[in-house]
Every structure is written in C-alpha cells, then in structure tokens.
C-alpha cells in the first residue's frame, strides 16, 4: 500500500494479532517482535517473520527502542506499527523510526510531544476554543501553590501527571486537609513511573460520562470523525466496558461532541487515528480531558458500526493516500458493545490473577467478535497487562445488544489455577439498571459494594 511492503508491529497481544491481520488482507508482509515471555504467543505463529528482542520484562524488550529499531532493519521492514500501550505515544520512538527511514504508523512526533504533555495539551485546546474543566494550565510548582488553587476552585479536585495516560497519575482529593499528602504521593507516583514528577490540578466531577470521539486525519488537510464512544464504566479511571454510539446523548450533542474534537485536531495539525477523549456532566456540558494519540483498546466498536478497519485508515494515512470516507461516516449503524476480558479478582479489588489456562472457551455466533491471543495452555506472562480477550458484539439497537453481549460473556469460560477474570462480573453488571437504562457513570462500578457473584 503506497510503498509500504512490510510492517513491523513493535507490540505483543492481542493488539499485535489484529494488527498483523489487517495488514493479511491487503497483502502487506509482517513481522512479529517479541520477548522471550512471549516465545510462542499467537502472533508469532501467524506473523510472516518473527525476531526476538529481548528477555520478559517491557523495559528490555517491548520498551528497549535500539532493540525494535535493529529488529526493523534486520528484517526489512519499511514501516512500524506501535498498536496502544508500550511505545506507541513515545515521540522519541516516533523520531527514531523516522530517521532510521522507517514510517512511523501514528501521529507525528512534534504533535505527540505536545498533547502527550497534559498541560500543553490543555493550553493548546483552551487556544482552539475547547471547553476545560477549571483548573491549572500550567504544571504547578508546590504544594502550597497547588492546594491554594484547589481551595479556589472547589472540592472535589484532581490532581493529575502531566505526563501521566491510561487511568494511572492521578488522585481525587476531597478535602484540602488531605491535599498535601495526596500531593506528595501522585508526584512521587509520576516520577517513579514516568519519570516525570509535573502534576497539575483540576475541577473533578463525582457525576459524569466518560465519552471520547474516534478522529482520522490525512496528510492531505482532511479531518473526520467516526463518531462518539461511552467509556464510562470504569474501575480505578480503567476501562472495562465501552459502546458506540454513546447513549442517551441527542443527536445535537453528539454532533457538537464530534465538531469540537475535529477542531481540536485541526489545531494542532494532527495526522493519523487518535482518540479525543472528553468528561461529561448532568447537564450536558462537556470538558475537554486529553488526548490518545494512538489507536485505542475499544476501537473495535467503532469498527463495527460503522464498517471501518482503523487499521487500515492507519497504513492508508501513513501511505500520504487521501482518506477516502463516506460523507456519512459518522453516522452508526447499530450499536456495538466491548467488554474486557482481564485476568482481574473482581472479588479482591481487580487484583491481577494470572496463571495457565487449563480451560479457554470464547464465545461465538452471529455479530460477536473476539480480539484474543489466549487459548487453552496458554500461561499469562507476569510482565505484561492483564487483557486476555475483548468480546465485542453489535445489535440493531442497544437493546439487542446488551443481550447479545451477556449471552457472550455467559458461554465465556477462561480457568486456570489462581486465574479469575472479569467475564462474570461484567455479565452482571450489564444487568443493573442504571446501565440498561443508560444513567450510568464512571463512579457506577466503584459503588457497587454487594457481593458480585465471580467466575470465570
């Protein structure tokens, strides 16, 4: 496609899995890194190279940028694919890959720099007219500058990494007697995992819809979105379950949603897939929170209502090929639902339950999709997140596909000694009513403090 004649998926999982089968279907040669954890994992098996780079641990293989770039040009690679997670907004990465003569399948490096930085991010779309919650534009200094600040703007407050992502750097502060020591421990926090101790501080609402817009844009100057995703029902700022189109929105709002998200983009001069993520009130108003520069785990709901691979969008867009989209594209068909397959203790906090899969059975039938890499023997490697599978599934209304989904996650059977997953209590939490009913929230899951019955 365009010149691009091999892909080098720098990932593992899943993701890596649907990446190398898109690139199948259009007749683009892959390769498979991988660590030494990951020696016999599916997308080795179905990737027409593979190349180790390294020993389990992220930081010496999936993370270790020398590694991939050598594995890139020991196979001939033209491009790199980096999926989500690892080093996909890693604007080094992106510049690396570039000068070594490789495109880069993702936003440009200078544009990932600038929204990967929270308060940048957050400067940049106040400037293109964005809706922010109140709150720092800037890192802040101290503490005492920090909590002076939150005293202003009211409780409850979040403070935030700037450099933070992925539901992890942040903390919810209720009281400004509790602030300091929330301060102290979200800056060491940053700086341990990011290497980066800047936080910032923000309005943060007990009441809201987490509701982001899926975006593609060209080299051309074409900037579009897909449409809106509920990403609402969360544990610890993590997803867990996630729709498209987003419910119990009107029409009017959804478009607003999306036009702004795509005049956010086109500020900045974004190219590629990436997510605009926004929170969402009682009444209706919506906030700008950041940006994914990357495809995202839930893209397969925008995939199935509207018809669009993303992937492929992705290598058309990283070709210099001019999208070429419907006029309607925005406009779903249906709608899809993704629940994720963690290996979770619901029961003990989602605690991690890894272990080998003595038992592995993923559901089927008409309109259910499963993104997977797991299968019966396989051993859950320690160093890596815990998604096994995403089960998606679409319906000709929300109704429908509720139901198709807890028929899904019923017939889900995922054991192992020590391993639980999150298949049981998802199937039970799309029963409550504030879900059926679309009222939920993005606190919905932590107030749910009855027993859940959990299973495999």
């Known amino acids: 496609m365009g010149g691009i004649r091999t892909v080098l998926v720098a990932n593992r999982g899943e993701i890596a899995?649907?990446?190398?089968?898109?690139?199948?279907?259009?007749?683009?040669?892959?390769?498979?890194?991988?660590?030494?954890?990951d020696a016999e994992s599916a997308a080795v098996r179905m990737a027409d190279r593979a190349y180790r780079i390294g020993p389990g641990p992220a930081k010496r293989s999936y993370l270790h940028i020398p590694?991939?770039?050598e594995a890139a040009r020991a196979t001939g690679a033209d491009a790199i694919h980096p999926g989500y997670g690892f080093l996909s907004e890693n604007p080094d990465f992106a510049e690396v890959c570039e000068a070594e003569g490789f495109v880069f399948i993702g936003a440009p490096a200078a544009v990932m720099a600038d929204l990967g930085d929270k308060s940048t991010a957050r400067t940049l779309m106040s400037a293109a007219g964005l809706p922010l919650l109140p709150g720092?534009?800037?890192?802040?200094?101290?503490?005492?500058?920090?909590?002076?600040?939150a005293d202003e703007i009211g409780y409850p407050v979040i403070i935030k990494a700037?450099?933070?992502?992925?539901?992890?750097?942040?903390?919810?502060?209720?009281?400004?007697?509790?602030?300091?020591?929330?301060?102290?421990?979200?800056?060491?926090?940053?700086?341990?995992?990011?290497?980066?101790?800047?936080?910032y501080v923000e309005r943060y609402l007990d009441s809201a819809r987490h509701v982001e817009v899926q975006i593609l844009a060209d080299h051309h100057g074409t900037?579009?979105?897909?449409?809106?995703?509920?990403?609402?029902?969360?544990?610890?700022?993590?997803?867990?379950?996630?729709?498209?189109?987003?419910?119990?929105?009107?029409?009017?709002?959804?478009?607003?949603?999306?036009?702004?998200?795509?005049?956010?983009?086109?500020?900045?001069?974004?190219?590629g897939a990436g997510t605009f993520e926004f929170l969402l009130d009682p009444q209706g108003r919506f906030y700008f929170m950041e940006v994914n520069c990357r495809l995202q785990v839930e893209h397969p709901v925008t995939e199935m209502v509207t018809g669009i691979d993303l992937v492929a969008q992705q290598l058309r867009i990283a070709a210099g090929l001019p999208l070429d989209l419907p006029d309607d594209i925005a406009?779903?068909?249906?709608?899809?639902?993704?629940?994720?397959?963690?290996?979770?203790?619901?029961?003990?906090?989602?605690?991690?339950?890894?272990?080998?899969?003595?038992?592995?059975?993923?559901?089927?039938?008409?309109?259910?999709?499963?993104?997977?890499?797991?299968?019966?023997?396989?051993?859950?490697?320690?160093?890596?997140?815990?998604?096994?599978?995403?089960?998606?599934?679409?319906?000709?209304?929300?109704?429908?596909?509720?139901?198709?989904?807890?028929?899904?996650?019923?017939?889900?059977?995922?054991?192992?000694?020590?391993?639980?997953?999150?298949?049981?209590f998802l199937h039970d939490v799309l029963d409550h009513p504030r879900f059926v009913t679309a009222e939920h929230d993005t606190a919905l899951i932590g107030a749910l403090t009855e027993p859940v019955s959990v299973g495999s």
């Open 136 to 149: 720092s534009r800037e890192p802040l200094d101290s503490a005492e500058e920090a909590n002076a600040l």
């Open 162 to 199: 700037v450099a933070g992502g992925g539901g992890r750097g942040m903390r919810v502060v209720r009281d400004s007697g509790d602030f300091a020591q929330a301060w102290r421990d979200t800056r060491a926090n940053a700086s341990a995992v990011f290497g980066d101790g800047r936080l």
């Open 17 to 37: 899995v649907r990446i190398i089968r898109t690139c199948a279907e259009l007749g683009i040669a892959t390769v498979a890194v991988y660590s030494e954890a």
């Open 331 to 424: 406009v779903p068909r249906g709608v899809a639902i993704e629940c994720r397959i963690n290996a979770e203790d619901p029961a003990r906090e989602f605690a991690p339950a890894p272990g080998t899969l003595t038992e592995c059975v993923l559901p089927g039938g008409p309109f259910v999709r499963v993104d997977t890499h797991v299968e019966s023997g396989y051993t859950i490697p320690p160093h890596y997140d815990s998604l096994l599978a995403k089960v998606i599934v679409w319906g000709e209304d929300r109704s429908a596909a509720i139901t198709r989904m807890r028929r899904a996650l019923a017939e889900t059977r995922i054991d192992g000694a020590g391993v639980a997953t999150t298949a049981r």
């Open 67 to 69: 590694a991939i770039v």
């Open 223 to 271: 900037v579009l979105h897909l449409g809106a995703r509920d990403c609402s029902l969360q544990r610890r700022h993590q997803k867990l379950v996630e729709e498209s189109p987003a419910p119990g929105l009107s029409d009017e709002l959804l478009a607003r949603i999306g036009e702004t998200a795509v005049r956010g983009a086109a500020s900045v001069g974004y190219v």
